[in-house]
């Protein structure tokens, strides 16, 4: 039937159409392309000039969406459902922001960090394994299609046991971390698309908004309950979330120090955006409302690993895996602002969420720069760098404090939001009142194991023989731009806040914040 | 009717398999038996009409991820260890999940009901759009290349993702011999 | 290696050619019965390793040389989403194969199908011949006879 | 619950209960079983049987394989199709994805298992988990003890 020319209309796309693919398109073409020109010192550049675009782009979105809008971008012009959909609302294009920004301010610091832990042959591989790393989570972020999703976090998962792995010229406990990553890595996986698989039975569809719309009244649905369930898992071991953590802390501990940064600040979050869209977007607010697991099983959950992460992390001595344990005690300030259901809640967690990704990364780019000049990241070999390495050792100062949540730095904001949305439901049970101390209570244990580190830093004896010196300007640079971060968002709220607040009310429409009728161009 | 019977027995050849699995502490065993696996869930999948999946299926179980555990047995060690531990947490944690499932089934459409919402929504559309839009006989195709072509990109880069793993793990990146003498000078 | 297994030598000998002009007819058929680009892959790649198994690592080597392999699991995915961004640039979206030939749809999107299926198969190939190259290039660790 | 005992409905999930028998077959493997290799053969067992649910999903009671006549010209032959009943090829494709997913999950399993052999000269968990217990016991004299804390 194709044999006489078909009348087609067609309206040109522009580059501005484009904008949400290319977020994920140019990173993607970048990781291949270094692979065939096979050179060493292309790879880099390519990488670099790749993430930055990817920045530009994340933050022109970020600015069209800021006031409620949506982009939507049909993939091969098929409408969804038949086709495969992205959407960028507020909060995706926040958490673009953050991944886009991490990503390429922590290149340079990468660069000179891999000189020094990674053999130089394996360079070219190991940044073209860092932009699949950085297109996975991208994408798995931008899109609007569930089983997409599934897709981009294999390919984010699977070049991260890689990267964790290549620690391995430094200790060889690297190769069982990624093993045991991979493992549990798995199954959640797997658990995720038994979660899908279920939703799909029940609809039909796999376009989020397709799914919401039609599983909006079918809150009592078995199959669909189990799929939540499912889901949940599935991201939680992604997340980190309290019982399902038990992967991190021997992974960020033994991974090369650029791909821990890059690891602790972007992709639990990633997975964190992708529950919360689950949660709130493709099953609606009532619906967990209705079957109550977040508030009877989420909160106790982050609670706890409030409390026994940091109180881990105080005992550890050596500074890279107390920082690990004590993301896991993030995290559940994040999971907690989600429980919470309420829009300031979400805006908590939504905003901890950036802050502590910026914090985080900041924290261990410290420890890269002194696994770079002391060899290793155990307080006694860290003692008393804080003088030999005043600049690296001021920018972890900012980073410990904005791990507190002092008062000027960015961490103090979204941890005083979080205890307001705890306050604000307070008249409804006493239990949320206990919350709220609970949440300073054990920041308080954020004082004891941030002053240790302190302590080491400037009031120890250094190690007489230590050659140490100040890290080079490639480390500096990545890191005074994350500290100037936690500083000016401590001061100047408005931007971030604004947008997560924006970002938590499309969630919190549920399915009706995706409702919004796509602008369906294309020829089909 | 035949369909049932043959799906059941098929089925429970894949049980009496994957138990065998279970006990056996032969890694060589193992690794053929779970090409036995492969094999037979590729029979299944042509019962249930999914006959690219069961080629695809006989091609990596079978064929590629066969060779793929025979290669590491050869590098690593034949047989298993007992382990020293009991099964008991381990058997906890596969009843409470399957305990989910069996709750998730309770409200399943019946196995090959038409009704059901997976048959009538959007998969309907693909085989009544596939002939006029796309004009390939085979709808699997047209739907991985076409209506979800992005899915298989991100499949591509997921391949060529191992591809490199496997590479820094095991080799390394190899070039040609006069780019190798322009990168060390 | 194995210098003295003359039946498996001819056989294999062959055996490689139908095996890689399956692939083919997998690879390109693909649109019209079962299969298609990653399962071609695959055929084609085991006709290498087929090859590896029975003449030895350093002769495949000679015929698939592994910078080759290297540069071929690369350019697969850059087929893939060169064909999509070829679209773009036509002024069309990402992916949509009626790019190729605006006038008429569905031949747009027959060659659309064949180009990204020829990109699957070229990665694919790539990746598992470059995965059976490192794991035989290990020292192995126990002998024929301990099986 | 009681629903299980209706006849009717277990002829019609049978096939569901039986997947998720091999499922949690593969799953125990993958828990229990210390042998890394062993793991990611339960592994496989476990993801091959959430393949076939998913198949399952999309299968008619007296479909065929989605796969169209074609007339002489190489065109779909839209006449023949009529009246004839095709299974939903949407789950076909999910699950060739995953199974691609899955074996690139697999080939990086083995060589990290390679990796570890090498390293560990064990492929055992309760091996590696002693020797990484001396490990740490060793750092924590090296470092702990002079911070008066415990790793």
């Not at chain 1, 920045?55 to 091969?76: A, D, K, N, Q």
């Not at chain 1, 992967?247 to 529950?275: E, G, N």
């Not at chain 2, 009843?95 to 309907?124: E, K, Q, S």
């Not at chain 2, 004009?135 to 047209?142: I, Q």
Request: aromatic content about 10%; glycine content about 8%; some cysteine.
């Amino acid at each position: 039937m194709a044999d006489t020319a078909q009348v087609v209309e067609h309206t040109a796309r522009t580059l501005r159409d484009h904008l949400p693919v290319l977020q994920v398109l140019v990173p993607f073409v970048t990781a291949p392309l270094i692979v065939l020109l096979g050179s060493r010192r292309l790879a880099w550049p390519l990488a670099f000039i790749a993430s930055a675009v990817a920045l530009v782009i994340s933050f022109i979105m970020l600015m069209e969406v800021r006031e409620g809008g949506m982009l939507t971008y049909t993939m091969g012009g098929w409408a969804p459902p038949l086709g495969i959909e992205y959407r960028v609302d507020a909060a995706n294009a926040f958490v673009l922001l953050l991944i886009s920004l991490i990503g390429t301010v922590v290149l340079p610091f990468a660069y000179a960090s891999f000189r020094d832990e990674i053999k130089s042959r394996d360079h070219t591989l190991m940044y073209a394994c860092w932009m699949l790393c950085f297109t996975g989570l991208l994408g798995m972020v931008a899109t609007g299609d569930a089983f997409n999703v599934f897709v981009f976090l294999e390919i984010s998962s699977l070049s991260t046991y890689v990267l964790v792995a290549m620690g391995a010229d430094r200790d060889r406990r690297a190769l069982t971390a990624a093993y045991d990553y991979l493992i549990m890595g798995t199954i959640g996986a797997t658990f995720f698309v038994i979660g899908l698989g279920m939703l799909y039975m029940a609809t039909g569809t796999l376009n989020m908004a397709d799914m919401a719309d039609r599983i909006a009244d079918q809150g009592m649905n078995r199959t669909v309950r189990s799929g939540f369930a499912f889901i949940m898992v599935g991201m939680g071991l992604k997340v980190a979330m309290f019982p399902l953590h038990l992967w991190l802390p021997k992974a960020y501990t033994f991974a090369p120090s650029a791909v821990t940064v890059f690891l602790s600040a972007t992709a639990t979050k990633a997975a964190l955006y992708v529950m919360m869209r689950f949660t709130f977007s493709v099953y609606n607010p009532d619906f967990a409302f209705a079957t109550n697991t977040l508030e009877i099983i989420f909160i106790p959950l982050a609670v706890i690993a409030m409390f026994s992460a940091s109180f881990v992390a105080v005992f550890q001595t050596n500074f890279k895996r107390m920082l690990a344990y004590s993301s896991i005690a993030q995290v559940g300030y994040m999971l907690l602002g989600v429980a919470l259901l309420t829009d300031t809640g979400l805006t908590a967690a939504i905003l901890h969420m950036f802050n502590h990704g910026l914090t985080k990364g900041l924290l261990f780019m410290g420890v890269g720069a002194y696994v770079l000049r002391a060899n290793g990241s155990f307080y006694t070999q860290i003692a008393g760098l804080g003088r030999k390495m005043p600049i690296t050792t001021g920018a972890v100062v900012i980073g410990g404090l904005s791990l507190i949540g002092v008062p000027g730095t960015a961490g103090f904001i979204s941890k005083w939001i979080l205890v307001e949305a705890a306050l604000e439901r307070a008249p409804e049970h006493a239990m949320f009142l206990a919350i709220a101390v609970a949440i300073v209570l054990s920041s308080l244990l954020a004082v004891v194991y941030v002053w240790r580190a302190f302590e080491v830093l400037y009031l120890s004896e250094p190690d007489p023989n230590s050659t140490a010196t100040e890290a080079p300007l490639m480390m500096l640079i990545p890191m005074w731009i994350l500290a100037g971060g936690c500083i000016w968002f401590g001061f100047s709220t408005e931007l971030l806040h604004d947008t997560a607040v924006q970002a938590a009310n499309g969630l919190l429409q549920g399915s009706q914040g995706m409702l919004v009728i796509p602008d369906q161009g294309g020829a089909h | 009717m035949i369909d049932t019977v043959t799906n059941i027995i098929l089925l429970s050849m894949l049980v009496i398999t994957a138990l065998a699995i279970v006990r056996m502490d032969r890694l060589f065993a193992v690794v053929m038996l779970s090409g036995v696996f492969s094999l037979l869930s590729a029979l299944l999948f042509v019962t249930l009409d999914a006959v690219d999946v069961a080629f695809t299926e006989a091609a990596v179980g079978a064929g590629i991820s066969t060779v793929l555990l025979l290669s590491t047995i050869a590098l690593t060690k034949p047989v298993e260890k007992r382990a020293r531990h009991t099964a008991l947490v381990p058997f906890i944690v596969v009843c409470v999940t399957g305990a989910a499932l069996v709750y998730g089934t309770l409200d399943m459409p019946a196995f090959g009901d038409p009704n059901a919402p997976a048959l009538t929504h959007v998969g309907p559309e693909y085989l009544a759009r596939t002939p006029v839009d796309i004009d390939v006989p085979n709808a699997v195709t047209a739907i991985l290349g076409s209506y979800r072509g992005f899915d298989t990109l991100g499949e591509a880069a997921v391949v060529f993702t191992a591809g490199i793993g496997v590479l820094l793990l095991l080799s390394g990146l190899r070039r040609r011999r006069e780019d190798e003498e322009e990168d060390q000078a | 290696m194995i210098y003295h297994h003359l039946i498996l030598r001819v056989v294999t000998k062959v055996l490689v050619g139908t095996i890689v002009l399956f692939a083919l007819y997998v690879q390109f058929h693909g649109d019209f019965s079962p299969g298609g680009g990653f399962q071609a892959g695959v055929i084609m790649a085991v006709a290498f390793i087929i090859y590896g198994i029975v003449f030895g690592l350093r002769n495949v080597k000679r015929v698939f040389p592994e910078w080759l392999v290297h540069k071929l699991l690369a350019l697969g995915v850059l087929i893939y989403a060169g064909t999509g961004i070829y679209s773009m640039f036509m002024g069309y979206d990402f992916l949509d194969y009626d790019a190729l030939s605006p006038a008429y749809p569905t031949i747009g999107q027959h060659w659309g199908l064949l180009i990204i299926e020829f990109g699957v198969g070229v990665t694919v190939t790539g990746v598992m011949v470059a995965i059976y190259y490192a794991f035989a290039g290990r020292p192995p660790s126990i002998s024929n006879e301990d099986w | 619950m009681s629903k299980l005992l209706d006849l009717q409905f277990l002829a019609g999930h049978a096939h569901y209960l039986l997947f998720i028998v091999l499922m949690m077959t593969g799953l125990f493997i993958v828990v229990d079983k210390t042998n890394l290799v062993k793991k990611i053969v339960g592994l496989n067992i476990f993801q091959v049987s959430v393949f076939m649910f998913y198949v399952s999903i999309g299968k008619v009671k007296g479909g065929t394989a989605p796969i169209f006549p074609m007339d002489d010209k190489y065109h779909v032959d839209t006449a023949a199709m009529a009246g004839q009943v095709y299974s939903n090829p949407l789950p076909h494709v999910l699950i060739l994805t995953a199974i691609v997913v899955g074996i690139a999950t697999t080939s990086l399993g083995l060589a990290l298992i390679v990796r570890i052999r090498e390293s560990f000269d064990t492929i055992d968990e309760e091996d590696i988990l002693a020797i990484e217990q001396d490990m740490t016991r060793e750092d924590n004299k090296k470092h702990g003890n002079a911070m008066g804390g415990l790793a």
